[in-house]
């Protein structure tokens, strides 16, 4: 079956740190890799998507490589800021190309404190 | 270009009572999902249509949860009766057609059950 397995919460940095978030899938086919983002209240935003292995998707800073070989898709950011304070979901559609359900992570949760 | 909206925003019922939960697509859109977000998780697929038809309910429980998207546009999702574990936000989304696999979700209702 599908999944995707994610980092562990919460992540606590300062200002301008690096941030990593760690980030593996299992996949039957051969899937596309998201990052969504969920701010206080909110529902889930796109952040960054690849749809083959070696894409690297980007936004806003934060960037993550479709890495076939290891089947991870981390996410990582130079500089954080406190605005990027959020949860963030890792997701998997195993059928690039094509609507079908997503599987996501249980999200990580990151603070940034000034 | 407006996004996928949803009412209401906040729910409490008790046990055994119904709720009904209403979404409306980005405009143009043909597929929509729904799916349940327990606190802690990552959302989990409920039902996806595309246009007026369900390509997949296979995780809805059908003897308390129903959908329908009548004329291909908006969409309604109902409980009846609800138990204490359907506490959980639902979050709608949708993408333009069945070759698309980046999905838009909406602001979510918050469900809480008593």
């Known amino acids: 079956g599908n999944s995707v397995t994610q980092m562990e919460g919460p992540v606590t940095l300062s200002e301008e740190a690096f941030l990593t978030i760690n980030c593996t899938y299992t996949a039957t086919g051969y899937p596309s890799l998201f990052w969504y983002v969920q701010y206080p209240g909110e529902g889930l935003q796109l952040l960054l998507k690849a749809t083959k292995a070696d894409d690297k998707g980007s936004n806003k800073g934060f960037e993550a490589t479709y890495r076939k070989e290891t089947t991870s898709f981390h996410l990582e950011k130079g500089s954080v800021q406190v605005s990027d304070s959020a949860v963030y979901f890792c997701a998997l559609n195993p059928f690039s190309g094509s609507a079908r359900q997503l599987t996501f992570g249980s999200g990580t949760q990151l603070t940034v404190l000034p | 270009e407006a996004g996928v909206a949803q009412s209401p925003r906040y729910k409490i019922i008790e046990k055994r009572q119904s709720v009904a939960f209403w979404c409306n697509p980005i405009s143009g859109h043909a597929t929509l999902y729904w799916y349940q977000q327990i606190l802690g998780q990552g959302p989990k697929l409920l039902i996806q249509?595309?246009?007026?038809?369900?390509?997949?309910d296979s995780q809805l429980p059908k003897d308390r949860f129903s959908a329908e998207r009548l004329k291909g546009v908006d969409s309604t999702l109902k409980i009846q009766p609800a138990k204490l574990e359907d506490s959980a936000v639902y979050l709608c989304?949708?993408?333009?057609?069945?070759?698309?696999?980046?999905?838009?979700f909406g602001p979510g209702t918050r469900l809480t059950v008593l």
């Open positions: 249509f595309q246009n007026n038809g369900v390509v997949d």
């Open positions: 989304a949708s993408s333009l057609d069945a070759g698309t696999d980046t999905q838009y």
